[in-house]
């Protein structure tokens, strides 16, 4: 009997169906599996997260009993693993390895996959997955591939499958066409996380670089008010002019809250307010027993303090100063005084020590001028007040006249009276009485005196 034309037709029919009917499958395979990691892509916000999400979805698409997903490290020679399943536990928890010694070097170094289900058809990549624990049969490797807009391909990694537990006993090329699909989109989930890392490191380093420029900035303005301060203070001739520069320098200068400079008087030895701003006190006061401990502290040590608890405020004739600083003023051999402070926000302790440091030099080469020149107005008053006759004096053996510089013979009363402060007033002794009256006469004006 001769073949039906018909029932051929319908067997052609039934053949390009079922064709047709797989290629669907497949199409849908792969848009569900697009899909699904598209919505677990969306909730992961790290690395380790994408790749397990990759490596779960790979294992889903092409079961297989070993698994790894692979990432690129940056400069492109070493492979980091991220994820994986079924790798001995003596390669540890994310092994690296150079490129060139990994397994799947010729995926990223290609941006090609790779299947192979007959591990002898490739003898050295069978000698390299060789393993004392496992040896590879099949392996299927995918590239993680992003195209920017420039065109230019980019490999990060790789998804790799081996010894499959397909079936059919092989990777399939639809197994690989999925995986292809998957990991294209894991790519571009990496690449987006990567450059949101990149952006979030090159803003915490614009935030700290803008921080460092505030500070510099900061650090310029007090520098030039340092400089200002100290051409200003070269200028003043006075204890009271330096103190105020050294104040209104810490305040205007710095952006301190307040300042008083306290000096120790030389002769009651009390702490006295030489300058002040920000602070209800009057110039000149005098501190008495009324003093802060640790100004005292600061004073005896030597040591710069600052607060150390927020509720310490310093007390300060009635004022109370949060976040405060007592820096002493030390002079070459001796104490002066406690620059107090009240800090501010802005970090002014290097630049406020500088100032204290240079101004105390200053302000202590004054007050020993003051003293130098006090004592040499002491010492040229008693001069004034006090001529001393010393050497020799040439004198006549006969009528006791002095010759002075010029050669002239002077009275003694009067060469006297005209080097020192004496003035002479004339009596006669008695010898002189006796020899010029006689000494009966003598007697009865000495026995009358008596009387």
Not at 88 to 103: A, L, N, Y
Not at 400 to 413: A, F, L, T
Request: hydrophobic share 40%; with cysteine; proline share 3%.
């Amino acid at each position: 009997m001769e073949p039906n034309c018909d029932d051929g037709k319908i067997s052609h029919l039934e053949e390009e169906i079922n064709s047709l009917s797989r290629e669907l499958v497949r199409a849908y395979q792969e848009i569900h599996s697009l899909y699904r990691m598209s919505d677990v892509l969306g909730i992961r916000s790290g690395l380790e997260e994408v790749a397990q999400a990759l490596l779960d979805d790979a294992l889903a698409l092409a079961p297989a009993r070993r698994g790894s997903v692979m990432l690129l490290e940056p400069g492109g020679e070493f492979l980091t693993v991220f994820a994986s399943t079924g790798i001995p536990t003596e390669f540890g928890t994310h092994p690296s390895m150079r490129v060139e010694d990994s397994i799947v070097g010729e995926v990223i170094s290609s941006g090609k996959p790779l299947l192979i289900n007959v591990m002898t058809d490739h003898p050295h990549l069978a000698a390299r997955l060789k393993r004392k624990s496992f040896l590879t049969s099949s392996l299927l490797s995918v590239p993680l591939v992003v195209a920017p807009l420039t065109g230019q391909q980019w490999t990060l990694g790789s998804v790799n499958l081996a010894d499959t537990l397909n079936e059919k006993g092989y990777f399939t090329s639809n197994e690989l066409k999925l995986l292809t699909a998957a990991a294209a989109q894991a790519a571009l989930t990496i690449q987006n996380l990567r450059l949101i890392s990149d952006l979030k490191e090159a803003n915490k380093q614009n935030v700290e670089l803008t921080e460092m420029t505030g500070i510099l900035f900061s650090q310029n303005s007090q520098l030039a008010e340092l400089h200002k301060a100290g051409e200003e203070i070269s200028k003043t001739d006075s204890v009271e002019g330096v103190c105020s520069h050294i104040v209104r320098a810490a305040v205007t200068g710095f952006g301190a809250g307040s300042a008083a400079l306290l000096l120790l008087d030389d002769d009651s030895k009390e702490l006295r307010v030489a300058a002040v701003a920000g602070l209800k006190i009057a110039p000149g006061t005098s501190l008495g027993s009324r003093v802060d401990s640790r100004i005292i502290e600061a004073l005896e040590t030597g040591r710069i303090k600052y607060s150390g608890e927020p509720n310490a405020p310093l007390r300060l004739c009635g004022n109370s100063i949060d976040e405060w600083g007592l820096f002493p003023f030390k002079g070459r051999s001796s104490k002066l005084g406690v620059f107090v402070v009240q800090l501010g926000s802005a970090d002014i302790t290097d630049s406020t020590a500088i100032l204290v440091n240079s101004g105390a030099m200053v302000i202590d080469t004054l007050m020993l001028n003051e003293r130098l020149r006090k004592e040499s107005a002491r010492l040229a008053l008693a001069e004034a007040h006090v001529k001393v006759l010393s050497g020799m004096l040439p004198i006549c053996c006969s009528c006791k006249k002095i010759r002075d510089d010029n050669g002239y013979w002077e009275q003694v009363e009067v060469y006297v009276r005209d080097h020192s402060e004496a003035e002479f007033s004339h009596g006669i002794c008695p010898e002189c009485m006796e020899k010029l009256y006689g000494k009966e006469l003598c007697d009865k004006i000495v026995k009358k005196g008596q009387q």
